[in-house]
């Protein structure tokens, strides 16, 4: 006998379809929730004027898919040091697994590449899928910084999509080199900035900082005097070819600074000079202009207001502006701007690589809807200069960039890599540190040339780069 009619339950065909089928979901339940990972899309962005409008996209991106999202801001060494920890595989306990991360351009080969030799496929996420439909429509530049070249094909390709199209510029103030004409060469640069500094005034400022500041600000110095140094792909040879004369050029232009008790400029303060009016001239990157841009206008729209309120006018505000020029050449015709594309990439161990994938889409604009380049646009008014030719061709149309997007385009045309090699952070380090010794007087031109040939040469082979990559023999 059988009081709860199980017997007559389970005889029935549907009774019996319908107990396996909530069987099976119970089972699924019960997977999806052994294996669900509740915390949010984590994305690694680089503090500063770079990573502000990645924030605010991020945000964006949040509300519009309802879908949680931790931003990490960290500075550039932090950000560079915890993305090759979680990337190696030694996560530090108080930060979260990276989903995507912003990739400065040249850690791009070192961040991809496996010490372990037998592991020829980058750490990163292929991304072809994303940019080859769209390629056409990002310069060229920043195209091929985000490429990675293996010894073979099917680790080859796209393992980022550019976001920062950052590349340097020439800024000066109208009403203090007037009587100069533009400085066209670095020569001009020389000798306006010493007519400038007779008047106990800064004429050039640049970064003399370690490392990354004081090589950045060199480079553009060095190729205009020696292109042939640090080539893209480097060759045999040593990385230094001919750089004399570029060393003494910026050994003038700090020694003249120095003379004015201003002895070093980080980022903040080259801008801050140079929109002050306490300098007259700098290299700046296409970010920083667009920034001072921002700040310019807003400046001068509280002025006019102001002016209007009393009644004394607005006046002409135009000579005290900051403008910008190509970056100057050296004895021939070279004038080579150094590029800088700020990348987004994801890591090969991300949890969640389709969201990841969709916020990469979704912050480049490569998801079609109404609005085109709609967060590239945004990114914009953030201080983002656009990685892709249509976004800077809308940027033309309004007054606030007038005049700085031609300058920003003819930038990205002639601008070039650093070398593409997984060492060029010890690269930098110790030329930065022999440009120091430069700028302090302690090696003239000529000894710094020779010692940083002899300590550089093996970083560039690429027997070189895999020792300083490969784990120490015990």
């Known amino acids: 006998m059988n009081p709860w009619g199980i017997e007559r339950f389970w005889d029935n065909k549907w009774s019996r379809t319908s107990a396996v089928v909530l069987f099976l979901v119970a089972v699924l339940l019960v997977v999806l929730t052994l294996d669900r990972d509740d915390r949010p899309l984590t994305i690694a962005v680089k503090r500063g004027v770079e990573g502000v409008a990645l924030r605010h996209i991020a945000r964006n991106f949040s509300q519009e898919f309802h879908v949680a999202v931790n931003i990490i801001d960290l500075p550039y060494d932090d950000l560079f040091e915890e993305e090759e920890r979680q990337l190696s595989g030694r996560r530090s306990a108080s930060v979260p697994q990276f989903d995507v991360i912003m990739v400065d351009d040249p850690w791009l080969y070192r961040l991809a590449t496996d010490p372990d030799p037998k592991k020829a496929c980058p750490r990163l996420e292929n991304l072809n899928d994303l940019m080859l439909p769209h390629e056409g429509d990002f310069f060229e530049s920043t195209r091929h910084a985000s490429q990675f070249r293996a010894s073979t094909n099917e680790c080859s390709g796209y393992l980022a999509v550019p976001f920062v199209a950052n590349s340097q510029l020439f800024a000066y103030r109208t009403a203090d080199i007037k009587e100069h004409g533009l400085p066209r060469t670095w020569d001009d640069v020389r000798s306006i900035a010493k007519a400038v500094e007779a008047k106990h005034e800064i004429g050039y400022v640049a970064r003399i900082g370690p490392g990354n500041s004081i090589v950045t600000d060199f480079m553009p110095i060095l190729w205009a005097y020696d292109s042939d140094s640090f080539p893209e792909y480097p060759g045999q040879g040593p990385p230094l070819k001919h750089p004399e004369a570029a060393f003494a050029t910026l050994k003038t232009l700090v020694a003249e600074r120095k003379n004015l008790g201003t002895a070093s400029f980080d980022d903040f303060d080259v801008s801050a000079y140079l929109q002050s009016g306490r300098a007259s001239m700098g290299v700046v990157w296409t970010a920083w202009a667009m920034m001072l841009a921002l700040t310019d206008e807003s400046t001068a ?22 403008k910008y020029l190509g970056i100057p ?99 930098e380090s110790q030329l930065g540190t022999f440009l120091e010794q430069l700028t302090e007087d302690r090696l003239n031109e000529s000894q710094i040339a020779e010692h940083a040939n002899r300590q550089l040469e093996p970083l560039f082979t690429e027997e070189g780069c895999r020792s300083i990559l490969r784990p120490p023999e015990r």
């Open 301 to 322: 729209a509280a002025r006019r207001k102001v002016a209007l309120a009393d009644g004394t006018g607005g006046g002409d505000t135009a000579q005290g502006k900051l």
């Open 329 to 427: 050449r050296g004895p021939g015709s070279t004038a080579e701007p150094e590029l800088g594309v700020w990348l987004l990439a994801i890591p090969s161990q991300s949890k969640h690589n389709k969201l990841a994938r969709k916020f990469i889409e979704f912050a480049t604009d490569m998801i079609e809807e109404s609005k085109p380049n709609r967060q590239a646009i945004l990114a914009a008014h953030y201080g983002t200069p656009p990685p892709r030719q249509s976004a800077l061709r809308q940027l033309e149309g309004e007054e606030i960039f007038k005049g700085l997007v031609p300058a920003i385009e003819d930038s990205l045309k002639n601008s070039r890599l650093r070398p593409r090699t997984a060492c060029w952070r010890e690269i």
